[in-house]
Nanobody, 122 residues
């Protein structure tokens, strides 16, 4: 059973930075493509970033240049470095894993974490 556990969320001010972490257990982490999604109250789950098993990354236009996704296969961990945070970044952030898919459709990812709240005050 593949399990994903996110951490690193919190309450910050606009312009601050946060780094989210997602630890994966129960599977061969290096084989998985990983994604970050977010969901604000009353809204759909939106794609943020993804990274393939070999490293190439994709980003939503809204976070390009501010967020960076990375992975450490030795630690079974994927990170999301978030800089210059804005109030519109406020959401629950979810980590997701899939053996093959690195796109933006959340329905394609097989495994999910429980989410971590990020709140950005103005």
């Amino acid at each position: 059973q593949v399990q994903l556990v996110e951490s690193g969320g919190g309450l910050v001010q606009a312009g601050d930075s946060l780094r989210l972490s997602c630890v994966v257990s129960g599977g061969a982490f290096s084989n998985y493509a990983m994604g970050w999604f977010r969901q604000a109250p009353g809204k759909e789950r939106d794609f943020v970033a993804s990274i393939s098993w070999s490293g190439p990354a994709n980003y939503a236009d809204s976070v390009k240049g501010r967020f960076t996704i990375s992975r450490d296969n030795a630690k079974n961990t994927v990170y999301l470095q978030m800089n210059r945070l804005q109030p519109e970044d406020t959401a629950v952030y979810y980590c997701a894993a899939d053996l093959f898919y690195t796109g933006s459709d959340y329905l394609e990812y097989d495994y999910w974490g429980q989410g971590t709240q990020v709140t950005v005050s103005s």
